[in-house]
Each structure stands twice: as C-alpha cells, then as structure tokens.
C-alpha cells in the first residue's frame, strides 16, 4: 500500500547569528528534518570562519541533512 503524504516546507527570514537562529528556529517550529547548505569550504577556511552547518548538526535537536554544492561549485 501507499499512501499520499505531504511534505510541508517552512521559509523564515531571521535576524542573528545564523547558527544560533537555526537551531533556536528548529527548536522553535518543531520541524521534523532539517535541510542546510554546505558552501563546500576547504579544511583550514571552515577551520577560521566556522562552518553553520557542522554547528548545526552538532546542536540541533531534530534529524538534519546537510547538502553538499556539485564537485564544480565548491571553493578550495
């Protein structure tokens, strides 16, 4: 059997620390999964400029992906 399910999506525009407003904006909503950007910065750029989405899989309470740029979109 299959059933119909519906996905929900959810945009918000918050002011802050974008890591911090992540994880507090998912702890918030309640949201099931979520869906973050990776820039594809090398070892030692992510190193100093810290990387959101390492954060927030580190910090967010629900089940989250992290998605990669394609091999010819990703900074060195």
Same mark, same amino acid.
């Given at each position: 059997? $299959?059933? *119909? /399910?519906?996905?929900?999506?959810?945009? +918000? &525009? #918050?002011?802050?620390?974008? /890591?911090?407003? &992540? $994880?507090?904006?998912?702890? !918030?909503?309640?949201?099931? +999964? #979520?869906? %973050?950007?990776?820039?594809? #910065?090398?070892? &030692? /750029?992510?190193? +100093? #400029?810290?990387? %959101?989405? *390492?954060? $927030?899989?580190?910090?967010?309470? $629900?089940?989250? %992906? &992290? %998605? /990669?740029?394609?091999? !010819?979109?990703?900074?060195?």
């Amino acid at each position: 059997m $299959c059933e *119909d /399910k519906m996905v929900k999506a959810e945009t +918000l &525009i #918050l002011n802050g620390d974008p /890591k911090d407003m &992540i $994880c507090q904006a998912a702890e !918030e909503v309640h949201v099931d +999964l #979520l869906v %973050v950007g990776s820039r594809g #910065l090398g070892k &030692i /750029k992510r190193a +100093l #400029l810290g990387s %959101v989405s *390492d954060y $927030c899989a580190h910090h967010v309470v $629900c089940p989250i %992906v &992290i %998605v /990669k740029p394609p091999k !010819e979109n990703r900074k060195s």
